[in-house]
């Protein structure tokens, strides 16, 4: 007896690669996305500041760009860090 | 007969003397002018005024009027009236009472036209004499006079009224009557007033109300003692319209209200809780008989009395309320979601019918029969599932013979009903399980069908309620292009896969996915999974992907000793029949260990390829069930005419696990969203006190579902205590917000 697949029509899921729920300025879940996007994408991903704490991209830019360098979370200067 | 005074006379003396002689001079001409004028008015009286010389009788009035005689003439022209009426009242008071009318109204008449005449003739004395003395005009003299004397009196007033009351109860008994007799005398009645209705209250209007009142009292009670309900409001609609006839024929416009109040409160308002109530025919069968004349005769009626449509629509909303508990908790009609929906609806078509039909469109009526309808259909807390199931039905492929048309008026009723439900977002949960399920397995009706019914929800519920839904189709077109960059992609790779993959990349949170893995997958296919992740994640940074193997279908091939098939199957099925290429006999327990599949999916799925129908594999017991001792092998005396076999999966219901599983979802989801709510209220407030806060995350929400205050109290204490709120430190029941 042999059995072979010819076709697999399956399905996936994604979420992000990130351990905490939600982020700290907007408290949405990153599964949920930042109150200015439709929908979770890469144009704004999680991203970590040196001090470990994670925001949604559009968030922490928004905070940073009002003249705010520090990380919302414990106030200790902000600086990007790559998960790559 | 002027007089020039000397220059040298004493003025006062020549006054004086003046005035005696006028007044010796006044007296005879006075006399004799009253004693022409008495003659004229008995002249007139006795209807031979055409011999009279009018300027003479005015000439002569005048001049009594002139030489400040008017009272004198005024109370002498009362006197000689109330003498003339006095007779009047005793030929009237001789009468029969077949002629009684008759002769009164004839007396008014003559005196009507004496007055005029009268009038006419002492009109210089109306002028001055009337209006300096504020004493009433000759003409109205003469009303008041002919009042007191004629129907004022002992023998007559009783009589009148009675007489007229007779007549009227002739008629209603349906006897021929002088109406215009009648119409008269009411008339007569009303010019007596002058500018009041007093003496036809007084002589008619209170004695016939009354009378009104104890003959439909009488009569009510017999005919409802008879009649069923309709028939009963069919003489009552008769009833009334000959009393306002009545009135238009015969009595004053004022006694129309009053008639009609009378009359309505002993035909209508006495009798309403029983006709309501009444057995076979009041309100509750002619609402289950859609008798839409019966009731919009009944609504008709009913408006005209206080509390008449309160009544009815207490009934309308009991009844209905029963109905739509016996359909929601009926278990029959609940295992078949399709009847349930049916009747739900039919129900519902039923009484938009009688609303706008038969109770003209009423809003209390509506917002009656909506509070009502809200009621029963939250009573089963599987509505939500079993509407979201029955727009599922509708949306699949291969729904025979119904047009596109039909099948958006048919939304567009369910939606009605998607309106009351309290706990929206558990349809959002199960909405999104079932256009999961027709999007993934392609089975739905159409695209445009499908965003047809989003755009309604989003026309329903907001943008917030069907984001996550407008995500699920974005993922499936995103799906597309990756796909084709995959496709592209395999080309480049050093081995090939050994089979065509098509994967649908799905965003967690917009879909019905687990971030756990369900099974444990054979290396073959691992080993293209792989191939698919890496080139997703080439163009993805930051993401984790997970496969979805409870979802999913193949194509395998299969030979057996007689031929070759081509096999349809779920993912889990594809992972079961790939242990076979291994071994010929595999026990459950082995099964379930090897791929790591969930055991009830897991018995589903052997039951499917099992059944008699396609019978992939043997099960060595003969349990109809599928049991954890059983062994399978491969069934190699399968045999099909069809070279494609599909393999159904046994639909599967929501195991009571799942259900509960469901159910805390929505729970935690509430959770977030009762947090969100209420930081979103202090955000913009500031402050706030405990049960304001409350009652403004309650209204926020309700349009999703309506938290219960307990847990949003729950929600207040832990947003305490991870400082998002604290506690007023002069009032432990005022909450600020802490930036
Ligand atoms: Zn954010
Ligand atoms: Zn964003
Ligand atoms: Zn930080």
New interface residues.
């Given amino acids: 007896?042999?059995?072979?697949?010819?076709?697999?029509?399956?399905?996936?899921?994604?979420?992000?690669?990130?351990s905490e729920e939600c982020c700290g300025i907007c408290?949405m879940?990153f599964?949920?996305c930042c109150v200015d996007c439709?929908?979770?994408g890469?144009d704004c991903?999680?991203v970590w500041g040196a001090c470990k704490h994670a925001f949604h991209m559009h968030c922490i830019l928004k905070w940073l760009n009002s003249n705010q360098q520090q990380c919302p979370m414990c106030r200790s200067n902000w600086e990007f860090v790559t998960?790559? | 007969m002027s007089t020039k005074p000397q220059q040298k006379i004493n003025l006062t003396h020549l006054k004086n003397y003046n005035a005696s002689y006028q007044q010796a001079d006044n007296t005879i001409l006075i006399n004799t002018a009253w004693k022409l004028l008495e003659d004229a008015i008995k002249t007139i009286h006795s209807k031979n005024a055409s011999s009279l010389s009018f300027e003479e009788l005015y000439r002569n009035a005048y001049n009594v009027v002139l030489h400040k005689h008017g009272e004198f003439l005024y109370n002498n022209l009362k006197k000689l009236l109330d003498t003339h009426l006095k007779n009047i009242a005793q030929g009237v008071e001789a009468a029969n009472d077949e002629v009684f009318l008759k002769e009164l109204n004839r007396c008014w008449n003559d005196h009507k036209t004496s007055m005029m005449m009268i009038r006419d003739i002492l009109m210089y004395m109306d002028r001055t004499y009337v209006d300096q003395s504020k004493v009433a005009p000759v003409y109205d003299l003469g009303l008041n006079l002919f009042r007191d004397n004629v129907i004022h009196h002992k023998q007559i007033k009783d009589r009148l009224t009675n007489i007229l009351l007779e007549m009227i109860k002739k008629e209603r008994s349906g006897e021929m009557i002088n109406r215009l007799l009648i119409k008269n005398i009411t008339q007569m009645l009303i010019e007596l007033g002058i500018n009041s209705k007093i003496v036809y209250e007084e002589s008619f209007e209170n004695q016939f109300l009354a009378t009104t009142a104890k003959y439909y009292q009488l009569e009510s009670q017999q005919l409802i003692s008879t009649c069923s309900c309709p028939d009963y409001m069919k003489k009552v609609e008769t009833c009334l319209k000959d009393e306002l006839e009545r009135v238009s024929l015969y009595l004053d416009g004022s006694t129309e209200s009053k008639l009609k109040e009378v009359s309505e409160k002993q035909l209508i308002s006495n009798h309403m809780k029983t006709l309501v109530k009444m057995e076979n025919s009041g309100l509750i069968s002619m609402l289950t008989d859609d008798k839409i004349e019966d009731l919009k005769r009944m609504y008709i009626l009913f408006t005209r009395v206080p509390d008449g449509l309160n009544l009815m629509k207490d009934v309308i909303s009991k009844h209905v309320r029963e109905i739509g508990r016996e359909i929601v908790m009926d278990e029959e009609k609940t295992k078949e979601q399709g009847t349930y929906f049916q009747s739900l609806l039919d129900l519902k078509d039923k009484y938009d019918n009688l609303h706008i039909n038969a109770f003209f469109n009423d809003k209390q009526f509506q917002h009656t029969l909506h509070q009502s309808f809200e009621y029963f259909i939250n009573l089963n807390p599987k509505s939500p599932e079993f509407i979201s199931l029955f727009i599922d039905e509708k949306l699949k492929k291969g729904l025979k013979g119904v047009g596109e048309e039909e099948v958006d008026i048919l939304l567009d009723k369910i939606l009605m009903l998607f309106r009351f439900i309290q706990e929206k977002d558990v349809f959002e949960k199960y909405y999104k399980q079932h256009l999961a399920k027709r999007l993934?397995l392609g089975r739905s009706v159409s695209d445009d069908a499908e965003r047809n019914m989003i755009a309604k929800l989003k026309t329903e519920c907001g943008y917030q309620f069907t984001?996550k839904l407008e995500?699920m189709f974005?993922d499936m077109r995103l799906s597309v292009d990756t796909m084709n960059g995959f496709k592209q992609y395999t080309q480049t790779l050093q081995s090939p896969l050994?089979?065509?993959?098509?994967?649908?990349?799905?965003?967690?949170?917009?879909?019905p996915?687990q971030?756990t893995a369900h099974c444990i997958l054979p290396r073959?296919?691992l080993h293209?999974c792989e191939a698919?992740k890496s080139f997703?994640l080439s163009q993805?940074?930051?993401?984790?992907?997970?496969?979805?193997?409870n979802?999913?279908?193949?194509?395998?091939?299969?030979?057996?000793p007689s031929k070759t098939h081509?096999l349809q199957v779920s993912?889990y099925q594809?992972v079961i029949?790939?242990l076979?290429?291994d071994t010929?006999k595999i026990g459950f327990k082995e099964i379930a260990e090897t791929t790591g599949i969930p055991i009830p999916d897991l018995k589903r799925n052997l039951m499917a390829l099992t059944s008699a129908k396609n019978k992939i594999l043997e099960k060595e017991s003969e349990s109809k069930t599928i049991e954890e001792s059983d062994v399978f092998a491969?069934n190699?005396k399968f045999k099909s005419k069809l070279y494609k076999v599909k393999i159904m999966s046994v639909i599967q219901k929501e195991t009571p696990v799942e259900v509960s599983e469901t159910r805390h979802k929505v729970d935690e989801d509430r959770k977030?969203q009762i947090e969100?709510s209420i930081?979103r209220i202090m955000k913009a407030r500031k402050t706030m006190d405990h049960s304001n806060l409350i009652s403004e995350v309650i209204k926020q929400l309700s349009s999703r579902f309506v938290p219960n205050p307990i847990i949003v109290k729950k929600r207040i204490e832990s947003l305490i205590e991870r400082e998002y709120l604290e506690r007023s430190k002069q009032d432990r029941k005022i909450y600020n917000y802490m930036a």
């Avoid at chain 1, 059995?3 to 399905?11: L, P």
């Fill in positions: 007896m042999k059995v072979t697949i010819r076709k697999w029509q399956t399905v996936s899921s994604w979420h992000w690669d990130v408290r879940q599964d949920a439709k929908m979770p890469d991903p999680p998960t790559d | 993934l984001s995500g974005t050994t089979f065509e993959l098509s994967v649908h990349v799905l965003t967690t949170g917009f879909w996915t971030n073959e296919i293209c698919f997703y993805h940074n930051g993401r984790l992907v997970v496969w979805q193997t979802m999913g279908t193949a194509e395998i091939k299969a030979s057996f081509e993912t594809m029949l790939l076979f290429n010929q491969f190699t977030h969100a930081v």
